[in-house]
């Protein structure tokens, strides 16, 4: 079934086939091309289920690698290399799910030279899928940076007013922090020889004297990409200006990259390092839990009220990430499923509302539950599952989150994990506020009064989130199962340096 | 336990999951095919799937009359991570089964209650479509409600703690487009679920604290090591029972967050019967008298459940003086029963509790019906007399105003006499239910502290009073509006469910009498310590006179003068003046609230997404960005493309290495 290829590169270039497709279409061809696109983002996803059917659960190590030489630079072997583990195969299952999702999003709303469009989000796509596969550090930079070309593109030429601005701010940001990490993969690879993650994991005595500036640098370019507060003002801008498949996107997977990053990289090859910045880094996402959540409050577009929470919840993320605890650390990567979940349903059931009325402003809506009940009963569901509650995805993963690392032996203190609660009730505030000012009380804008309900194409693009999200609030093991042991290892990896330094 | 060896034990234990999946079973009908059922079907599936979880539950008791410690049965696996692990289990024990019947049997009658109920509010308030979803939604808060009683952790009953505050959301909020400007019950819906969280902040710190000192959340391990960890580490007991006691306060309403539940008033009345004052706000009562082994061992701990309980109960009933809404005076009277029973279960008279837990539920039950009853039939009144009202000009009424009723006894008199039973139970005649049950606590009191007793003691009294009260301006006097003059008695389908609640507020004493101690038997194989109540005649003596005393001093103030007008000013307003004033207005807690937490929560976020983030953060980046920009401005003018500066520079260049040659 495989015609001899590899999965994982299956997975990760699948959707070129699409491109190829797309390129021989006229742009006139709108409808062709949207059914190229969504074809090809099915199989890829198909593909991915095929690649989570190998995929052994119960084992920490790394499976289906596939490590061929590619270039040699200045003498040093750079591999094409790839595995797939615990931390990655979710991540890869959530890309390939999002994509169709929001490629089905765009039906009505792209109609503006819609061939680029398809094109920049196929490649998108091979981007991301890429950076969770990537296990040699040149292979992971260069998609790594290869994602921001369609990204940066997707906002500023389908974006809204200021999408220049924020396009533009997207790319430098980023940007600016991934250079100190290109610059630190070089100088890795010129000591050690090697741009393997795997060679690098039994080479680490050779770069761990400097391995704080090691752990800055790369830190610095995920820290951006979560975005950790104080560097998230990209983000809002991003997303407000960005077309809503792209906030899909953009919130869904690309924020993930920056979590994922530190777990992949930071965590296993600069241990030491980790631990002793893990209590700055936990106050760092504390202090957005809380501040995301307080701006979300004052908002008053929607876009950019979910924008703001998920400075947020990311927060949640980077906490149980650098709490090092099994709870907190699985519970933070099944976290940034979750939000890649909601947040990405979020995104979609906003940028219905937007379509239909031209606007996001909050004060332009009010009562129309009772005019959209389909749409009022999806959005309750969403919203809840936002905050946290029992019986839906979001819990589970706070919850884990916070019972890890309230008992962090790397923090060392439950104030962290405790100061971090209080989210749970703010994050009620803003997102029932927003159920509020939208949903619920009379309808005071007439044109509110005609506002159509769901679609059977949009109730499509909802249907898989929403069942994900019972699925995992119901009942989470199975996806726990696949995460943990990866993670496990992991903390034992870091914890056994927690006990050389004490 | 597996399926297997839960059977083993009884057969009946097997069948502990339907108290669930019943009702999750109507709600899925309805979801799906009750548009084509009707009303009737709709009632009927939504009815049958809360009395199945009843029968089941008397099936689980009596099995547990036979095979007393009971079982647990494992359904399934929830999260295994690291040491971690939690399952999904059904805990058959006394305790839970006791919590499931008055779950399932008041909720069973508050369903056909609701089938008429809801056939007039949903045509009154002009949406008939949603009969459907209230019916859902009561099916949801059922199953919630079993989760959270039959757990065998805390965090499974977390689950359904906050699953029962996300049905209270909606249910608050059933009629979202009303109440004070559209927005009102939205409002109070968001206030209530914002305030619960405060709460289940406090119980999930108490969870985790839970997890590390104990290393599981099963409840029969914690309370097996509690002595051992409380020997160990005293601090950390009291901090999980305090933080719990946080919970508890959010749930069961008590002080400082009992802001929620008057407002909750705004959803329909069954709602208010049933999650607002039997059940949903007892899982606070519950969550303590479970976590009796952990209270046990620090008394402090217990001193400060039971004084937030005793002050609720006075603070509460002083209000509910003042309240001239027909709800809202329910609201705040159970505000103070439940101050009561968090009295009880904190000194560690967890039977005494769970008995008045019992009672309340019937007759606080009943007495909400009630007043919905009376709501429907001033409505009904309302609408015939509706022509000449509206002549002059607005519609000002409201139904649930008692000082537009009067005079209903003649009107109602069905609903009169079960409303009669009930207002006297709750105020603590004997030998009704609320005595024996409220007699126990305040026996359990004197015994404690003299402080507590006298406090309880002071809020029986105004109990009385304010029941008093209610019962004159409702149902005596004349007619003080054309809507009360029409008023007619409610349909069967709302008046049976009624007069079964009165027969159970009525006898429901006879559970623990003094002597036979039925409940106490009951329970004592679920509790860690279940010490016999006492009864003291000098003390049921004295809460009997305190109650009459309350009802007679409500007679001369409001009987043998009754009001004559509907604008009439109240007669206890002149001579308590400023007091009064400050009951009718709740003793502005909500507005200090507003003061001091709300208002500044909102600057404080309106200051970071503004002055911070917008001005210093994006500020600093923009800044950045400036400045480059500029410095590139500045440096563009050397690039202006003529040959002639470019060799001036050269030349400037030169003379600049030539003269630091030649300088060196």
């Known amino acids: 079934m495989n015609f001899g290829i590899h999965p994982l590169l299956l997975v990760t270039f699948s959707p070129l086939v699409g491109v190829l497709v797309i390129l021989f279409l006229k742009s006139q061809q709108k409808k062709a091309i949207r059914w190229t696109a969504l074809a090809t983002a099915l199989v890829t996803f198909a593909i991915s289920l095929w690649v989570l059917a190998q995929f052994q659960p119960g084992t920490a190590d790394m499976q289906l690698e596939l490590r061929v030489p590619w270039l040699r630079l200045d003498g040093l072997a750079i591999d094409f290399y790839m595995g797939v583990d615990g931390l990655s195969i979710l991540m890869v299952l959530l890309t390939a799910l999002l994509t169709p999702i929001a490629i089905l999003s765009t039906w009505s709303a792209v109609e503006d030279r819609v061939k680029g469009f398809m094109i920049f989000f196929l490649l998108l796509e091979v981007g991301m899928t890429g950076v969770f596969l990537a296990l040699d550090l040149v292979l992971f930079y260069v998609f790594w940076e290869f994602t921001l070309i369609p990204m940066y593109f997707l906002i500023g030429i389908w974006g809204g007013e200021r999408r220049i601005y924020a396009a533009v701010k997207f790319f430098l940001f980023t940007m600016a922090g991934s250079l100190l990490m290109l610059l630190a993969i070089l100088v890795i690879g010129f000591q050690t020889g090697t741009f393997a993650w795997s060679d690098l994991l039994a080479k680490r005595e050779l770069f761990a004297a400097a391995q704080t500036w090691f752990f800055l640098a790369f830190g610095l370019a995920f820290a951006i990409k979560v975005p950790m507060f104080p560097l998230h003002t990209w983000l809002p801008d991003a997303h407000v200006e960005a077309p809503t498949a792209g906030s899909v996107i953009l919130a869904g997977v690309l924020l993930k990259m920056g979590a994922y990053g530190f777990l992949r990289f930071n965590l296993p090859l600069f241990p030491e390092a980790t631990v002793k910045f893990a209590p700055y880094l936990a106050i760092l996402a504390i202090i957005g839990i809380i501040y995301g959540a307080a701006v979300s409050y004052a908002q008053k577009d929607m876009k950019k009220l979910v924008a703001y929470s998920s400075v947020s919840h990311l927060g949640f993320v980077v906490l149980g990430t650098f709490a090092l605890t099994t709870q907190s650390v699985s519970g933070s990567v099944l976290q940034m499923v979750n939000h890649g979940l909601s947040t990405g349903a979020l995104f979609l059931i906003v940028g219905m509302l937007y379509e239909r009325r031209h606007t996001r402003e909050m004060s332009a809506f009010g009562g129309v539950w009772k005019v959209v009940p389909v749409m009022g009963a999806l959005m309750l569901v969403v919203t809840l599952s936002s905050m946290g509650l029992p019986g839906l995805n979001g819990f589970v993963g706070e919850f884990t989150i916070l019972l890890g690392s309230f008992g962090s032996r790397v923090l060392g203190s439950p104030w962290f994990a405790g100061v971090a609660t209080l989210g749970v009730i703010l994050a009620a505030v803003y997102l029932l506020v927003m159920f509020e000012k939208v949903f619920l009380g009379p309808v005071k804008v007439e044109a509110n009064l005609a506002l159509k309900d769901l679609s059977v194409r949009e109730i499509f693009t909802l249907v898989p989130l929403l069942i994900l999200i019972f699925w995992i609030g119901l009942y989470p093991q199975p996806f726990f199962n696949l995460i943990n042991p990866s993670v496990e290892n992991l903390v034992s990896m870091v914890s056994s340096t927690l006990l050389a330094v004490h | ?664």
């Open chain 2, 1 to 664: 336990m597996s399926l297997n060896e839960i059977a083993s034990l009884h057969p009946f234990f097997q069948l502990a999951p339907l108290v669930v999946f019943l009702p999750v079973l109507g709600l899925l009908i309805n979801l799906l095919v009750g548009r084509r059922l009707g009303e009737k079907g709709i009632g009927a599936v939504a009815s049958l799937a809360t009395g199945g979880a009843f029968v089941v539950a008397v099936l689980l008791a009596v099995g547990l009359a036979q095979v007393s410690e009971g079982g647990t049965l494992t359904l399934a696996n929830w999260i295994t991570l690291g040491d971690l692990g939690v399952s999904w289990s059904f805990r058959i024990d006394t305790l839970s089964v006791l919590m499931m019947l008055v779950v399932s049997g008041v909720g069973t009658l508050i369903h056909i209650y609701s089938i008429g109920y809801m056939h007039s509010d949903v045509r009154h308030n002009e949406d008939p479509g949603r009969f459907r979803r209230f019916f859902v939604y009561l099916n949801l808060f059922i199953a919630f409600m079993m989760v959270l009683v039959s757990s065998d952790n805390f965090l499974m009953l977390f689950v359904g703690w906050e699953g029962v505050g996300l049905c209270s959301y909606l249910l608050i909020g059933f009629w979202f487009e009303k109440g004070a400007d559209g927005i009102g019950n939205a409002r109070a819906a968001k206030k209530a679920f914002v305030v619960n969280r405060i709460g289940d902040f406090g119980l999930l710190i108490a969870l985790f604290l839970l997890f590390y000192n104990f290393g599981t959340l099963n409840f029969a391990e914690i309370f097996e090591k509690a002595p051992a960890v409380a020997a160990a580490a005293p601090g950390a007991i009291m901090a999980i029972t305090l933080f719990m006691l946080l919970g508890v306060t959010g749930k069961s309403a008590q002080l400082p967050l009992f802001v929620w539940l008057p407002d909750a008033m705004a959803g329909p009345t069954p709602v208010s019967a049933l999650i607002h004052a039997a059940t949903m706000v007892t899982a606070g009562v519950y969550l303590v008298a479970r976590s009796q082994a952990l209270y046990f061992e620090v008394p402090a701990a217990q001193n400060v459940v039971m004084w937030v309980g005793a002050l609720t109960a006075l603070f509460a009933a002083t209000i509910a003086v003042g309240q001239n809404d027909i709800k809202k005076v329910l609201a705040y009277s159970t505000i103070s029963q439940l101050g009561f029973m968090v009295t009880a279960v904190g000194m560690g008279a967890t039977v005494a509790g769970m008995f008045h837990l019992t009672t309340h539920a019937f007759f606080k039950a009943l007495l909400f019906l009630g007043a919905g009853s009376v709501i429907l039939g001033v409505e009904h009144g309302h609408a015939h007399a509706h022509t000449k009202e509206m002549e002059h000009g607005h519609d000002s009424f409201d139904p649930q105003d008692m000082r537009q009723m009067g005079g209903l006894r003649k009107r109602m008199p069905l609903t009169f006499i079960v409303y009669l039973i009930g207002a006297l139970a709750l105020a603590g005649i004997a030998p009704l239910a609320g005595f024996f049950s409220k007699d126990e606590i305040l026996a359990a009191a004197n015994e404690k502290s003299v402080g507590v007793y006298v406090v309880l003691t002071a809020a029986a009294f105004l109990t009385a009073f304010y029941m008093g009260r209610q019962l004159l301006m409702v149902f005596f006097g004349k007619p003080r509006s054309g809507a009360s003059e029409k008023a007619a008695e409610s349909p069967l389908l709302v008046t049976l469910p009624l007069v079964i609640l009165a027969l159970l507020s009525f006898f429901g004493g006879a559970l623990n009498l003094p002597g036979s101690h039925l409940l106490e038997t009951w329970l004592e194989h679920s509790l860690a310590e279940a010490a016999p109540g006492e009864f003291v005649l000098t003390v049921a003596l004295i809460s009997l006179g305190i109650a009459l005393l309350g009802l007679l001093l409500a007679w001369l103030v409001y009987g043998r003068k009754p009001l004559f007008e509907k604008g009439q000013p109240d007669p206890l307003s002149r001579p308590l003046n400023g007091l009064f004033k400050a009951l009718e207005n709740k003793w502005w807690v909500d507005e200090l609230y507003h003061a001091v937490i709300v208002r500044p929560y909102q600057s404080i976020s309106q200051f970071s997404a503004g002055a911070v983030d917008q001005g210093v953060i994006d500020g600093l980046v923009n800044g950045m960005g400036s400045l480059v920009r500029s410095g590139a401005k500045a440096w563009r003018r050397f690039q202006n493309g003529y040959i002639r500066s470019y060799a001036l520079t050269i030349v400037f260049g030169v003379v600049l290495v030539i003269t630091y040659l030649v300088l060196r």
